[in-house]
């Protein structure tokens, strides 16, 4: 039921409990040998015949008490009480909708704080959840509702069935980024680096003048709703046709000089696969969703114990003397910034324009992206230091 029709259903509600409760004052009893007119009648003073007797009226005051609504809501959200007037107005109603929907983003963000440890993941996640389906599915359900003088008190109980099968499955998703291998088919072992051991890594930015994103949707690790997966790589919003470099020197051994774009509705039927999946498949990424793109191979001594990858995505253009088997310089230029393989490049616009680059981390146990399962803030301060020259 949604809170419109449930608040409907208080309408209604409301007045029934209202009126039960105004119960008429019970009939005075009768008092043998008293006549009730006479003994009624007012007793006037004897007065003289020449005196005009005056009549006041006494008036006495209404009290009136306003009942001002109030929102009780239990310390673990699983309960919310709304204290109103016996008789709901149109406010009154707006009101219950508001405080429903406020309680009901935070309730949301709490359970996801207790699962995920990490609390900006925890909101990108809460953030998906709320495009997805907050809508449609109320967090709340009516529990009752009862009347006590001029006051109504309307229940409400935290939706079990949204939290156990609507949230657990985003957690099963996005909630552990580094329990998730990339290359299922080629992990035997899966065990992400950790933050050690790249403590001595440098990077030439691979936009020159542009800067590290702080914000933790452009950053891996961070969900990719639209095509049931993760992002990997980091983000550099750049305008279209900025300059991209080699961060580092190396070997290239893919450039897509011959890319042709997909048709729109070609790349929805393969997102739709990817969400009967429930992750992005491995040839939907590396031919489709990554667009005109360049890897370039760094061996095993950028990061020790790992051959790097690095990827380039989204291109708009690829230098002609770069190709498979080319050695690279660090700040040698590659190509030009773009959005190909993504929506808006399929709709034959440059919007969202941006650089999607990442470095992929391979040992005998799998492969791994920079920054799998690491914390945001701690991802954060170490993209900051690895590319500070």
């Not at 429903?100 to 359970?111: A, G, P």
């Not at 440890?117 to 998906?128: C, E, F, G, M």
Request: hydrophobic residues 40%; charged residues 20%.
């Amino acid at each position: 039921m949604s809170y419109r029709a449930l608040i409907s259903h208080l309408i209604g509600l409301s007045a029934y409990i209202w009126l039960n409760s105004c119960v008429p004052p019970p009939s005075q009893p009768e008092i043998p040998g008293t006549d009730i007119s006479a003994a009624s009648k007012t007793v006037e003073p004897e007065m003289d015949e020449d005196v005009v007797p005056t009549i006041i009226e006494i008036v006495e005051p209404e009290i009136s008490v306003e009942i001002v609504p109030v929102v009780n809501t239990s310390v673990d959200r699983s309960q919310i009480t709304f204290v109103l007037p016996a008789e709901l107005n149109a406010q009154h109603l707006r009101f219950i909708d508001k405080s429903l929907r406020e309680i009901s983003d935070k309730s949301v963000k709490h359970i996801l704080a207790d699962s995920v440890q990490d609390d900006s993941l925890s909101v990108l996640i809460a953030q998906t959840i709320f495009n997805d389906l907050l809508t449609n599915i109320p967090n709340y359900e009516f529990l009752s509702a009862t009347a006590s003088g001029d006051s109504l008190f309307i229940n409400y109980r935290l939706n079990k069935t949204f939290i156990d099968h609507i949230i657990k499955p985003y957690l099963d998703t996005y909630a552990h980024p580094a329990q998730k291998p990339i290359s299922p088919l080629f992990t035997s072992h899966h065990n992400p680096p950790a933050i050690e051991s790249v403590a001595e890594l440098t990077l030439l930015l691979p936009c020159e003048d542009s800067s590290v994103p702080t914000q933790a949707l452009l950053l891996p690790n961070a969900p990719r709703n639209y095509r049931s997966g993760t992002h990997r790589g980091v983000d550099f919003y750049v305008n279209w046709g900025t300059p991209v470099r080699a961060v580092s020197g190396g070997i290239v051994i893919r450039a897509d000089h011959h890319f042709e774009e997909v048709q729109p509705d070609f790349r929805v039927q393969l997102l739709a696969q990817a969400k009967q999946l429930g992750h992005t498949p491995a040839d939907v990424f590396e031919h489709v969703l990554v667009g005109q793109s360049v890897y370039i191979d760094h061996g095993f001594d950028l990061v020790p114990g790992y051959r790097a990858v690095s990827i380039y995505a989204h291109l708009s253009h690829i230098n002609g003397e770069i190709k498979p088997g080319v050695t690279v310089s660090a700040g040698q230029m590659i190509g030009l910034s773009g959005n190909s393989g993504t929506k808006d490049s399929t709709l034959g616009t440059r919007k969202g324009a941006h650089l999607h680059w990442e470095l992929i981390l391979q040992d005998k146990g799998g492969e791994y992206y920079l920054g799998q399962g690491w914390a945001m803030n701690e991802l954060s301060n170490l993209l900051l230091r690895i590319f500070s020259k």
